[in-house]
């Protein structure tokens, strides 16, 4: 099984509609982050937690809100999707002074 | 602002030679910089880390070495095989370990 798994893997949504996408991890660890990433860019920041009781803003967190309802999990809703956030979005995890562990992605396709 | 950038965005190797992919950064306070490599349809993946006290650091057919002084960090691969075909990304932590990515290099392996 997968140390940090994200659902759905694949999703396709009209304009204006909210989505949720999910993130629950195994490793115990208390920071967890929400990125996204685009063609030709690297990974940007949208949220991050480091507890449940702390969510912070990232460099693009317009559009979306973020809720940690348990040490393990970690979503991430847009609540009313454009075009424009087509991309594909990770989750990741890490400890105080560890990389961060990745899941497999999220695509998400707004139409 | 400040941000991770890679030199190029493409790197051809012929399969058993090294591979060398380099990446500047800009913000000088940073303490720990990671690399990391994404497949097609994967996550990113931890590769190698290293920290701002050191110059070089190995693991198994990898070398990351870190100029500080002219704020350059490289990924070496020792007899690059067709496994390593994947993008990589360098990232910085920006505070509180929140990484700040670079756009990726895409290496391609030819047999």
């Known amino acids: 099984d997968a140390d940090v798994t994200q659902t759905p893997r694949n999703r396709i949504t009209k304009t204006g509609k909210r989505i949720m996408l999910e993130c629950s991890q195994t490793k115990g660890h208390d920071r967890m982050y929400w990125y996204r990433q685009d063609p030709g860019l690297g990974l940007r920041l949208i949220y991050y937690?480091?507890?449940?009781?702390?969510?912070n803003k990232g460099e693009i967190s317009d559009g979306y809100s973020v809720s940690r309802q348990a040490q393990a999990k970690f979503s991430l809703s847009l609540e009313s999707a454009i075009p424009n956030q087509t991309a594909l979005y990770f989750c990741?995890?890490?400890?105080?002074?560890?990389?961060?562990?990745f899941g497999q992605g999220t695509r998400l396709t707004v139409v | 602002g400040e941000s991770v950038g890679l030199h190029l965005p493409t790197l051809s190797v012929q399969e058993g030679d090294n591979s060398i992919i380099n990446c500047a950064y800009s913000?000088?306070?940073?303490?720990?910089f990671i690399w990391y490599k994404q497949e097609s349809g994967k996550g990113p993946q931890f590769i190698i880390d290293?920290?701002?006290?050191?110059d070089k650091r190995q693991g198994q057919r990898v070398t990351v070495l870190l100029n500080k002084t002219v704020k350059h960090l490289s990924l070496q691969i020792a007899a690059t095989q067709p496994g390593d075909s994947a993008v990589y990304f360098c990232a910085e932590n920006i505070g509180h370990y929140k990484l700040s990515f670079g756009a990726g290099t895409t290496v391609t392996v030819r047999a």
């Open positions: 990741a995890t890490s400890d105080r002074d560890t990389e961060a562990f």
């Open positions: 290293i920290r701002s006290n050191m």
């Open positions: 913000n000088s306070a940073s303490d720990y």
């Open positions: 937690s480091f507890d449940v009781k702390d969510i």
